[in-house]
């Protein structure tokens, strides 16, 4: 069974210091890792897709990173702003069952 | 704004009613995408329209069913409602329909007293 798990659930940061989310997974076939923003009330993000391991996006503070069994989204400085939870999602080459998969997510919460 | 359009944004009813939420997908997508996310379980995905067909099907249930209309809005009809279907349900759209970059819409608050 294809899995996503998130760590850590919570995480409280100062401004300016910097930290990485993790997202490990275990399924048949990668074809795509995303990582999504979500804030409270709202529908998620979109902030990157990765294909292939060693593959990285930056956007602003945030890089994702990803490996054959993990994901890493560093925050480099990060502000107020980014607090947020931070979801990522894998989707598997079997054409039956493209729609993503979700971890649990991580809440980010980043104090001035 | 994602360009994803749910309505309604709050909705309150009683055990056992039934209820439409309804989901217009951002201009020139052919894909709708539902997702049920509860405290407990995290985001769940439902069920997947492509251009007025099914594609996919995932964890949902016999009470709960959905389609798309030719002018590509979808609706999820949930029945026989229960205390434990209290959840966000959010619509999704994409261009293709393989599950690439969802949009998202800000969602439906369902709460079943």
């Known amino acids: 069974e294809d899995q996503v798990t998130q760590s850590p659930e919570a995480l409280r940061l100062q401004e300016g210091e910097s930290s990485s989310l993790n997202c490990s997974y275990t399924v048949s076939g990668l074809r795509g890792l995303f990582w999504y923003r979500q804030d409270p009330g709202k529908g998620p993000e979109f902030l990157f897709t990765l294909y292939s391991a060693g593959e990285e996006k930056e956007k602003e503070r945030l890089k994702a990173t990803l490996t054959k069994k993990e994901s890493f989204l560093h925050i480099t400085a990060p502000k107020p702003e980014d607090s947020a939870t931070y979801l990522c999602a894998v989707q598997i080459m079997d054409t039956g069952r493209r729609a993503l998969t979700f971890g649990s997510g991580t809440r980010l919460q980043v104090q001035p | 704004d994602s360009g994803v359009t749910q309505t309604p944004k709050h909705l309150i009813t009683a055990t056992g009613q039934r209820v439409t939420l309804r989901c217009s997908p951002r201009?020139?997508?052919?894909?709708v995408y539902w997702y049920q996310q509860s405290l407990d379980q995290g985001l769940q995905f439902l069920i997947q329209?492509?251009?007025?067909?099914?594609?996919a099907k995932g964890n949902i249930l016999e009470r709960f069913s959905a389609q798309q209309f030719p002018d590509l809005h979808s609706e999820l009809n949930l029945s026989s409602l229960e205390l434990g279907d209290s959840a966000l349900y959010f619509c999704?759209?994409?261009?293709?329909?393989?599950?690439?970059?969802?949009?998202f819409g800000s969602g439906t608050q369902l709460s079943v007293l």
């Open positions: 201009s020139g997508d052919l894909s």
């Open positions: 999704a759209s994409s261009v293709g329909g393989f599950g690439e970059k969802l949009f």
């Open positions: 329209y492509y251009n007025g067909e099914e594609r």
